[in-house]
């Protein structure tokens, strides 16, 4: 993505054109950053602003390539799209999840064991059990895989 200024002037003239002017950014299909500004004075506003949103832009295509559409349009404008590909893709997704619970559950029990909670972890255990059977036999070997090796660091 390459922001494009408008507006539309040759770079060599770019000079004469930095007091305050009308720009927008263009990202095609994903969206437009537009105001007024003082290019000069306002450069290091303008990216930070520019990176915030391009990182947005970025978490949503990502989000979407996972096929996860849970999206974010900023701080209160969260939109969960469910149907289609995220039908077929949701339980799939869930589990992976949960084998990240366990996962970093069994990363806190070796690097910060003070920290791991019995509590939380019996109660995602119980969560693991109950669901266990609408997993796919792909999805529960990778759930399991890790479960099992957090078993062995709580015993350790």
Known sequence: MFPVLRPKIHLSKLSEFLGALYYELNFPLLGTIAGKENLENEADRIYSLMAAECALIQRNIASRRMGEYILSFGADDLRIIAGGESA????QNFFYRLAEVFYNLEWIIKSQRQ??????????????????????????????????????????
């Open 88 to 91: 077929r893709r949701f339980r």
């Open 115 to 156: 920290s791991f909670s019995n509590d939380e972890f019996s109660k995602y255990e119980t969560f693991w059990k109950n669901v266990r059977p609408f997993a796919s036999a792909e999805d529960a070997l990778i759930v399991d895989d890790i479960y099992n090796k957090l078993l062995l660091a709580i015993a350790a």
